[in-house]
């Protein structure tokens, strides 16, 4: 009879929680990790694995997707170069090799895009050829990620029109999906675009509110934080909100105790 090997599947478990707890934030307590992972530290659990290929790689995928989703771009991008295409070749024909695939892809742009340096630039166009043949081939699940990586590659050519339908697009087609984690940050770097690219704060601002709603219904609430204080600048204080008057004169809304 075959034996099965709960090795491997508690290893799996612990950075599967590992991840979504650190998204969670303070909002969840998790006892499953008190044993597996007391110290909630992912490059701790990736060297308790002592050169497992399997377990590191599918460690340094969901990194790379956490990265992704928090935002550490410099970090995501890293690994990316690191892990390349391992995580499909020791995990071939598994679902996550998808968002695996997307993760490294946002990061490597968004490098691109700050940087300007053709390392990232081709590094990412990589990444977006393999989701652009899913997607060619008929992959539903991957539509979403290929109007989003469309959004970034023509942000990086300067087509900002084109860039705005597609950010729409990756979001629409993600929450179609039911992948509201995509969604959110589809929308959260269309907001971002719109504030450094256009110029548009106030239509950026509100956008974000649309991301921070949807990462709050999938439970990210660490993500939320980071938005929150990340671009609390953004946000008028109450006292320097103008209010009109029926007469047309503007007043100064100071808050009272």
């Not at 090997?5 to 969670?24: D, E, G, Q």
């Not at 928090?70 to 390349?84: D, K, P, S, T």
């Not at 990232?120 to 992959?139: F, L, P, T």
């Not at 980071?226 to 946000?235: I, N, P, V, W």
Request: net charge positive; charged share 25%; hydrophobic share 40%.
């Amino acid at each position: 009879m075959f034996e099965y090997n709960l090795i491997v599947p508690a290893a799996l478990t612990a950075i599967y929680l590992l991840v979504f707890v650190r998204l969670m934030g303070d909002q969840v307590e998790c006892p499953l990790l008190e044993e597996v992972a007391p110290t909630l530290n992912m490059e701790e659990l990736i060297a308790s694995f002592e050169g497992d290929k399997t377990n590191v790689n599918t460690a340094k995928a969901m990194q790379n997707r956490f990265c992704a989703i928090m935002g550490e771009h410099a970090q995501g991008a890293e690994i990316a170069l690191q892990v390349g295409s391992s995580y499909s070749k020791t995990n071939p024909s598994h679902f996550s090799i998808m968002p695996e695939t997307f993760s490294r892809g946002v990061s490597l742009y968004a490098m691109a895009r700050a940087l300007k340096n053709r390392r990232w630039q081709v590094e990412a166009r990589k990444v977006h050829k393999i989701i652009r043949k899913w997607s060619r081939d008929g992959n539903p699940n991957v539509v979403h990620y290929e109007s989003l990586l469309n959004a970034e590659k023509s942000v990086l050519k300067g087509k900002y029109d084109l860039a705005e339908q597609y950010y729409r697009t990756s979001r629409d087609a993600a929450l179609q999906r039911c992948a509201r984690i995509d969604a959110a940050m589809a929308t959260e770097r269309h907001g971002e675009f719109l504030i450094n690219q256009r110029g548009k704060t106030k239509e950026g601002i509100r956008v974000f509110q649309e991301a921070i709603d949807l990462y709050k219904e999938t439970g990210a609430f660490a993500k939320v934080n980071q938005m929150e204080c990340k671009y609390r600048h953004l946000c008028p204080r109450p006292q320097e909100i103008t209010m009109p008057i029926i007469s047309g004169i503007t007043s100064i809304v100071t808050p009272t105790d």
